[in-house]
């Protein structure tokens, strides 16, 4: 099992910038890909960005590319989105999840999940 634990979100001004992180345990994520999702009151979950499992290979939602950056580091099992220029339509809680090998953007393939942590944007 791998057991994942999200930190860094928090109530930031439209146009600041905050760092998300997700920690893995139990098992390394050196051959999972990962990816994170989001869900605004509301709303449906939706992908914001995925990597690979080498961190090659880097996905973003349209609305998200520029502003957002995901990236790994397989040596100590975590992953980073980092969110700039923060608008308040980005609320939500934020996940993090992962699977072996093979990477997809619908969140039904994956099977370990992070608790979310959430991310308020003020006008």
């Known amino acids: 099992q791998v057991q994942l634990v999200e930190s860094g979100g928090g109530l930031v001004q439209a146009g600041g910038s905050l760092r998300l992180s997700c920690a893995a345990s139990?098992?390394?994520?050196?051959?999972?890909?990962v990816a994170w999702f989001r869900q605004a009151p509301g709303k449906e979950r939706e992908f914001a960005a995925g990597?690979?499992?080498?961190?090659?290979?880097?996905d973003y939602a349209d609305s998200l590319k520029g502003r957002f950056t995901i990236s790994r580091n397989n040596a100590i099992n975590r992953v980073y989105l980092q969110m700039n220029s923060l608008k308040p339509e980005d609320t939500a809680v934020y996940y993090c999840?992962?699977?072996?090998?093979?990477?997809?953007?619908?969140?039904?393939?994956?099977?370990?999940w992070g608790q979310g942590t959430q991310v308020t944007v003020s006008s």
């Open positions: 990597i690979n499992w080498s961190g090659g290979t880097t």
């Open positions: 999840a992962a699977r072996p090998n093979t990477y997809y953007r619908d969140s039904t393939y994956y099977n370990y």
């Open positions: 139990g098992r390394t994520l050196s051959t999972y890909a």
